[in-house]
């Protein structure tokens, strides 16, 4: 299996985030790619491959143009703020909640950041929109191998992409990887394109980037949103809006929940999937269901990744793997590498 490494992740290092009312050292780290790329050179998984270059208009495909010039400009304009502001990471403070207008956008630089934000978690670098970009193409190489043939191809790469949508950043996640892969690959000739998320926490943004669409089924196994983070999104009902009415499906998981409830909310994510007639899958593989995650709530071992891989592999689609969460540094390339080993 070919895997596309982000080289440029370690130009995204965000110093702090704001959890549970303090500023605390980031959970998201660049040794967290390290350690699986470390661990896939190790066991001699495939060949680690550097992406190849797109052109900018394949991101406007998922994500508004507005946006993306924002991203581009936004450490720019930080540090002309305040020379000083190039020693901090930038944050968002204010937010266009409910009866707020959200059309404009205000030149003022911290109401920028709020138009195209929703947390407090995620510091925007001087790295971060190379680091980003670079990750986008990550996975449209890993689409692309796909679509020359390869069974599976992963994308390596942080900062991670499912709670990114079409105009805005959170969860650590900028520019949304996985929904880009899938639109590569709807683009280039494949008509049904099935997203599984298996991270810990429901991908928002790539449920609301195909929410209004038949063409690209959405499938997530999550933790309960009415407790999880991301909260306000995630929940068994979202199914969907017009023509896409049906082809989002979330299978939430109470906090504590195991291998065994997991695994049979996988099975049916993958029956659905299978009846919807995917012509290519695309997984957004977090490893944030690991017991030991430190900022999540299920109870997978290590071990338990290569019964996801295995099971993964008799789905018989031609799959994108695209690297999200995990946290549990130390464990994360064990957990990463065991996936990929099932799967070949
Ligand atoms: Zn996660």
Redesign the pocket.
Known sequence: MKTFFNHLHTLHQGKVEMFRGEMVPCFEVAARTEHVLHELQRRQLGTVLQPQGFDGAVLERVHARRYLQFLESAWGQWVALDPANAQRDAFPSVWPIRTLRSDVAPDNFAARMGLFSFDTGTPLTAGTWAAARSGAHCALSAARAVLDGDQAAFALTRPPGHHAGKDFFGGYCFLNNAALAAQYLRDHGVERVAVLDI???HGNGTQAIFYDRADVLVASVHGNPSTEYPFYSGYADDTGVGPGLGYNLNLPLNRGSGFADWLGALNVALERIAAFGAQALVVSM?M?TFEGDPI?GFKLHSDDYLRVGERLAKVHLPTVLVF??GYAVAEVGINAANILQGLC
């Open positions: 991270d810990y926490h977090g944030d999540s999200e969460g």
